[in-house]
């Protein structure tokens, strides 16, 4: 009998289009293998369960997130930037927002999690955020996260919505809950 081995890559390629498609819901294991067109053991060899290839997806969807904010950011204006790329990404791929923000059979936790140590390593260790405390900074991350939601839902509601729209809804908002830092 002649054993074939799967590598994982192949897994999360296949699991991330199915949550793209239909949400981590409709992610179970038989699926995956169905769409695979294998047995469920190859998935079992491979991963300890099924929240674990959830979890694989979810840093590949962070990647790619991240990836498209990195090509576009303004320099001189991280925070700002950083915001209105999210939300000009998550615009564009709606079923990747609902599938890491709003689809709570993921794993939103790690989520948060991985988009904290993006905020708070790169964005807001840079000029102007030095001196807080990281207690502090977790709090702006808190309050970023927040504005990022928000501006989603309002955003989602309007029919169209223009990039110069969108910056100056971000820049409102995130004056109103960080009006101390004037980092816009």
Known sequence: MIRKIYEKD????????IVSR???????????????QISTQPVYLNFKGIQEVKDEVIKRMHIETVY?????????????SAVVQLVEYYLANPNIYQACWVDVNGNPVLTYQLFENIFISRLLTNEGFNELTEDHKK????????????MMQYVSIQ?????????????????????????L
Do not use: W
Request: glycine content about 2%; some cysteine; aromatic content about 10%.
């Open 10 to 17: 192949k897994f999360i390629e296949a699991a991330y289009r």
């Open 22 to 36: 239909y949400g981590f819901e409709e992610l179970t294991v038989k699926r995956l293998s169905t769409y695979l």
């Open 68 to 80: 498209s904010i990195k090509t576009n950011i303004n320099k001189e204006d991280l925070l700002h």
């Open 139 to 150: 709090q702006l991350f808190r309050r970023i996260i927040f504005v990022l939601l928000g």
């Open 159 to 183: 029919t169209v919505s223009s990039e110069e729209e969108i910056e100056q809804l971000c820049a409102k908002m995130l004056d109103d809950l960080l009006p101390e830092h004037n980092i």
